[in-house]
Nanobody, 125 residues
Framework: QVQLAESGGGLVRAGDSLRLSCAASGRTLSSYAMGWFRQAPGKEREFVTANSWIPNSEYYAQSVKGRFTISRDNVKNTLYLQMNSLKPEDTAVYFC??????????????????WGKGTLVTVSS
């Protein structure tokens, strides 16, 4: 089973950029579909973006499309989330996720997803 550790969160201003990282251990990233979810205070955890290595596909929630970019470095065994033009409504704990298929991430199949512990992103107005 893969272990995931997020980093890179912090306090930024609206319009700023931030890059999150997710270091994987125990298994190689290329074995998994990988994604990011977020949970804002008082809200349910929601899907942000995900990609698969084979086939090379990626999906984004409408709320982040055009602003966020998911990428992975299979050599470094690390997943990234580049977040641009941040808004106060992007404030949340961001979780890295791994699953066997892209569909399991997109459909939020909770019992089949491996989670990191999360990193907090706070966007001030």
């Amino acid at each position: 089973q893969v272990q995931l550790a997020e980093s890179g969160g912090g306090l930024v201003r609206a319009g700023d950029s931030l890059r999150l990282s997710c270091a994987a251990s125990g298994r190689t990233l290329s074995s998994y579909a990988m994604g990011w979810f977020r949970q804002a205070p008082g809200k349910e955890r929601e899907f942000v973006t995900a990609n698969s290595w084979i086939p090379n596909s990626e999906y984004y929630a409408q709320s982040v499309k055009g602003r966020f970019t998911i990428s992975r470095d299979n050599v470094k065994n690390t997943l990234y989330l580049q977040m641009n033009s941040l808004k106060p409504e992007d404030t949340a704990v961001y979780f890295c996720a791994a699953s066997s298929t892209l569909a399991e991430l997109i459909n939020y199949s909770q019992t089949k997803i491996n989670w990191g512990k999360g990193t907090l992103v706070t966007v001030s107005s």
